[in-house]
Nanobody
Framework: QVQLVESGGGLVQAGGSLRLSCVASGRTSRSYSMGWFRQAPGMWREFVAAISRGGTNTYYTDSVKGRFTVSRDNAKNTVYLQMNNLKPEDTAVYYC???????????????????WGQGTQVTVSS
């Protein structure tokens, strides 16, 4: 098991930027591929971005491509989500998740992840 704690959320105007962090503790995060998901009120939790164990592979949902960047620092057991040019439709609670996975593998489905953080609120005003 790995414990995950997100931070970095907040209120920002449209066009602004935020960087979310997710710190892992417990088992080393090097064994896990990591994902970012978000959930708006009344909506299903949806995939945002994912990064493989070594950081060589990344994947994004179409709506954030070119605006969001996922990265990781395994020495710090931390995964980041840099969010630029934020839009009101990006407003949601953002969750990081971990999946014990082979090197290079990434997944974009909620049910594929079995370790979750508590979430951090991102609110983008128009």
């Amino acid at each position: 098991q790995v414990q995950l704690v997100e931070s970095g959320g907040g209120l920002v105007q449209a066009g602004g930027s935020l960087r979310l962090s997710c710190v892992a503790s417990g088992r080393t995060s090097r064994s896990y591929s990591m994902g970012w998901f978000r959930q708006a009120p009344g909506m299903w939790r949806e995939f945002v971005a994912a990064i493989s164990r070594g950081g060589t592979n990344t994947y994004y949902t179409d709506s954030v491509k070119g605006r969001f960047t996922v990265s990781r620092d395994n020495a710090k057991n931390t995964v980041y989500l840099q969010m630029n040019n934020l839009k009101p439709e990006d407003t949601a609670v953002y969750y990081c998740a971990a999946r014990n996975a082979p090197l290079g593998e990434i997944r974009a489905v909620v049910s594929e992840y079995d370790n979750w953080g508590q979430g951090t609120q991102v609110t983008v005003s128009s």
